[in-house]
């Protein structure tokens, strides 16, 4: 969806598909991924012809809402996935238009605390590491990032922060955690739930920054939360949702699942044959292994993980002649 989203950018409008691709910052979009009937089985993942499936694009300035509105006009008839061509049958908006102005300034109608219900699985980058956890100061760290690049109203980061940090209290939460794959090789570790946060009794000294706390947690359904979220991590919305409500097991979730599978028999393997390196090297053969089984190309694989064709139709080959062997 990704791909397929960037490729829709170049074909009508190259200059603001360059200004993405060479963005270092923020990313001006999000999406979801696909909610619907998802059905696995065993290793492969279907989707049902005869039903309904949604997905949500959201654009964080101008340029992109624009491309956005011109494009809506005109869609394709299809969103062309691998093995998988979804007809587009209608389009809505799922969340108000609005500005950043009127955010900052909305009412609250009497709503004094901020939930949030994160349904797709949710991570911050720590110290090389991903964290899964709604630490106030990194959730709303992700959300004033977005604020400050796209806003134009620019806040000092380190006193928000601080005041985040001594003044936002998590009320409640209802969390569990899920291991997905998110963009090229990457394994990312991520939250999902609801989490309700209020303010203490010394926040209202900086009543600005009380004005920006709830801003930002408007702006969380537009923005995402986290990393990786034009990859469909970090979905939000300004709800308590059950779990239940929540959509169901991911193509993620599932690829994950099937990487550390074959990762755990290939380090077995190499352990056993005396292999070095054998942690990356099996992790590298699970995961264009897995790509494999679930439909990908050899050329998008090798282009994804930024690999030469031939090393990846090599590794391919190996490991799966180590399953034969192990078997």
């Known amino acids: 969806m990704h791909a397929w989203l960037l490729g829709q950018i170049q074909q009508t409008d190259p200059d603001l598909s360059k200004l993405l691709h060479d963005e270092q ?31 949500y694009i959201t654009g964080l300035s101008l340029r992109v809402v624009q491309w956005l509105s011109q494009w809506l006009q005109n869609l394709p008839e299809q969103i062309d996935l691998r093995n998988a061509p979804l007809l587009i049958r209608s389009w ?7 500005t950043y102005q009127q955010l900052l300034t909305a009412e609250n109608f009497g709503q004094l605390t901020i939930k949030l219900s994160f ?18 100061e990194n959730v709303f760290h992700s959300y004033l990032r977005r604020w400050n690049n796209f806003s134009g109203m620019n806040v000092n980061q380190e006193e928000f922060l601080n005041w985040i940090d001594r003044n936002v209290i998590i009320i409640r939460h209802k969390l569990e955690s899920q291991k997905v794959a998110a963009g090229k090789k990457g394994m990312v570790t991520g939250f999902t739930g609801a989490v309700e946060f209020g303010l203490g009794r010394d926040a209202g000294e900086r009543s600005d920054f009380v004005q920006l706390f709830y801003a930002l947690g408007r702006l969380a359904p537009y923005c995402g939360t986290g990393h990786k979220t034009t990859f469909g991590l970090g979905q939000t919305r300004v709800q308590w949702l059950e779990s239940e409500a929540l959509p169901e097991i991911s193509i993620q979730s599932v690829l994950a699942a099937r990487i550390d599978e074959l990762t755990e028999k290939f380090i077995a393997l190499k352990k056993r044959t005396g292999g070095s390196r054998a942690s990356e090297i099996a992790e590298t053969w699970a995961t264009i292994l897995a790509r494999r089984e679930l439909g990908e190309s050899l050329f998008d694989i090798a282009a994804d993980l930024e690999m030469p064709y031939e090393t990846v139709k090599t590794y391919v080959k190996l490991a799966r002649r180590a399953l034969k062997t192990e078997d």
Request: aromatic content about 12%.
């Open 92 to 98: 809505d908006i799922a969340f108000p238009p609005t």
């Open 25 to 55: 910052s923020e990313k001006a979009f999000t999406i979801s991924g696909l909610e619907g009937d998802l059905l696995t089985s065993g290793k492969d993942y279907k989707l049902a012809c005869d039903r309904i499936y949604r997905w």
């Open 119 to 136: 349904t797709t699985p949710t991570s911050f980058r720590s110290k090389g590491h991903h964290f899964p956890l709604p630490v106030p």
